[in-house]
């Protein structure tokens, strides 16, 4: 009963005092629950931590803080520190954008996650905890009464190692119940990402369902391959078992999967219900994925009519050092000859802060100089999952109609 | 090159000397691996701490420790201290029978996860890591070089309470280049799990994919559903979005499972190329997922033809103070009237340390007291996963055959 009146009053938006905090929750009777949300875009994190001198949390979370807490305090950009009241510390973080958000906190210089919170996130080989901000931006993170698609992971055959790699595929509510057959789109991960990571932190099929449920995007199929050629499967899924491969290895923009790329569009069609045609098909990436779809689309101007660069990277200078494989050579050559044979949409976006924002500059200035005609959007923030998943909202509405 | 160096040199099974590790890892250098995983049964586990004043790892794996710690340090059960050296903590835990472990560390008192591990498993509301001893009992929980089933999260109708619940799908491989219908076998959880549970901490789909290779197994449909039907799917998935749900739930052993479960039979058998007949059908689970099995396969004798009962629950009375449900009444008639109309095998198994041990000897009493035929098991160990993933791969070979 404690904890229900401590709940609604957070809910109300009110930071119970010292006094009722301590009265409902006795440090080491672990009744706290932790992160408490609330309509008013606040999360009041708690973590019990008798011992601890000093206790901070971190995460994309403390970015747009302009909570209760003294700046003066902060040691870092991004460690905001939590109060101490008798071994309970706590913190509230406020005027959050609706959005899906990612935390740990930080006990006498030990990152530590919270023991309240089950929702973690992988990413690259960092574990976070993850909490939701509801509100207009974030409404599509979560599917609620509408038809709910299927997500399968599959194994292709690879002739590159002669391997089976596997990789997650969306089928649009009501593919079962059906003849019909649909539209595809290709979705690629970054650098660090595998086939995993549009589903997860990008909530991918929760957006999709969303946004086929209300008629705003056309119902397709989405496709997500493991972009790491060095890699059969997402960490765990693989022959590797749990053996932890290292962030960088060989194959990530080195050609070999903009050369392999066809066996999986193969195994699509011959698998699924897809309309096996250029005029309905799609490919987007973010950073590394939307490198991988400005190769895919140039070398292969007879695959894709709609073309998403989501931060791409798009200089692969850098991870050839010793020359330039075939499919990165002659990229003006070849996106002429792309716009030439017919292409429905380019479309690039990226944040203000990104570290890739000056390439990408450049690399719309060589398509300016060309007049090839894209759609360009910016956005605040940098080479981050709040702009990903943004831009996938974005980009979906103008698929395959 | 020195860390290189330092793995091989555990991969040896030897244990660096104190210089060794001060060389190769200076603390706040994080050039240190966690954890390192010999052929020997070992694992060296590594924390950066130097602010701690005492560190503890904790998890299923401290309990079969023969190591070189101190047991005179250990202040609890399951609680192993690690050693400090100059704020780089350290603890080898020896003689470990190959599984798959869970741990955590315990830094002054609060659980710490493995900064250096990536990979992670929630059971119930609790996050861990993993570390997999590979080995002769282990060797199946990773699948290399053998054909790979696909797994699918689809959606099934449900009339209690008008909505859709997520259910998991292993397909054998080979399903989708063959018109080949498969036999089906229902693979139920425990309390606390979810439709994610057999396939994560269970990794029933690399056994499967195992077994199956070897022709130890018929391929076979896996169908794992969400056995508690309060909640429409796994936390993060359902229209829940991040709110976490209580442990304590109704709608767990209160025959509303087992009123619905015609509605997931149903839905398979119309989605998949199943046989849908009582000899081409399975049902098994773990502890509330056995129970669910037992009642299951007793009120509609004309469904399964394997039954399998996994460290089971078998008492009704305990979530059902209030007079039980039909669907638990009777049970020896239900029971003698199933084996009449046919069963082709009643598997049993339970952990000896188990504590549903004396439950599941009085049930057998009864059984043994009504003539009825079974199959018992009895293991070391108690209610755990360790159990339930043998029990898995000793009970999949007795199928379909």
Not at 280 to 308: D, E, I, K, T
Not at 332 to 352: H, N, P, S, T, W
Request: glycine share 8%; with cysteine.
């Amino acid at each position: 009963m404690k904890k229900l009146i401590l709940n609604l009053c957070l809910l109300a938006g009110m930071l119970p005092s010292p006094l009722h905090a301590q009265e409902a929750i006795m440090p080491g009777m672990r009744d706290i629950k932790s992160p408490v949300v609330s309509e008013a875009g606040s999360v009041q994190f708690w973590l019990n931590a008798p011992h601890a001198k000093k206790v901070y949390i971190t995460g994309n979370i403390t970015r747009f803080n302009k909570g209760d807490f003294d700046p003066s305090e902060q040691p870092a950009k991004g460690l905001v520190p939590l109060k101490n009241d008798g071994g309970l510390w706590e913190v509230r973080l406020d005027s959050l954008v609706p959005d899906l958000y990612t935390y740990k906190f930080v006990v006498d210089g030990i990152e530590v996650l919270d023991p309240l919170n089950s929702h973690v996130l992988r990413d690259v080989a960092s574990v976070s905890n993850m909490v939701l901000v509801p509100g207009e931006e974030s409404k599509d993170f979560v599917a609620a009464g509408v038809p709910r698609g299927s997500v399968h992971t599959s194994w292709y055959r690879s002739c590159f190692r002669d391997t089976d790699r596997r990789l997650s595929i969306y089928l649009p509510a009501g593919y079962d119940s059906s003849d019909r057959h649909y539209p595809v789109l290709y979705l690629l991960h970054g650098m660090g990402g595998d086939e995993t990571a549009w589903l997860d932190q990008g909530r991918a099929a929760e957006i999709l369902d969303n946004l086929i449920a209300r008629g705003e995007a056309e119902p397709m199929i989405v496709v997500m391959p493991n972009g790491n050629m060095a890699l059969d499967a997402a960490p765990g899924h693989g022959p590797l078992g749990l053996d932890q491969p290292n962030f960088y290895l060989p194959h990530t923009m080195d050609g070999v999967f903009e050369t392999y790329f066809p066996e999986i569009v193969n195994y699509v069609d011959s698998t699924f219900r897809t309309i096996p045609a250029k005029e309905s098909r799609a490919v987007a990436g973010l950073s590394m994925g939307g490198f991988h779809s400005l190769y895919l689309s140039a070398n292969y101007p007879g695959l894709f009519n709609y073309v998403g660069l989501f931060s791409p990277a798009v200089d692969p200078t850098q991870f050839n050092k010793n020359g330039l494989p075939e499919m990165y050579r002659d990229r003006r050559v070849k996106i002429k000859d792309q716009f030439r044979q017919g292409v429905r949409l380019y479309y690039m976006a990226i944040g203000e802060d990104d570290f890739l924002y000056e390439d990408n500059k450049k690399f719309r200035a060589e398509l300016d100089a060309d007049s090839i005609p894209y759609i360009y959007k910016e956005s605040k923030f940098g080479h981050e999952w709040t702009n990903w998943r943004r831009y996938l909202a974005d980009y979906l509405p103008r698929l395959f109609r």
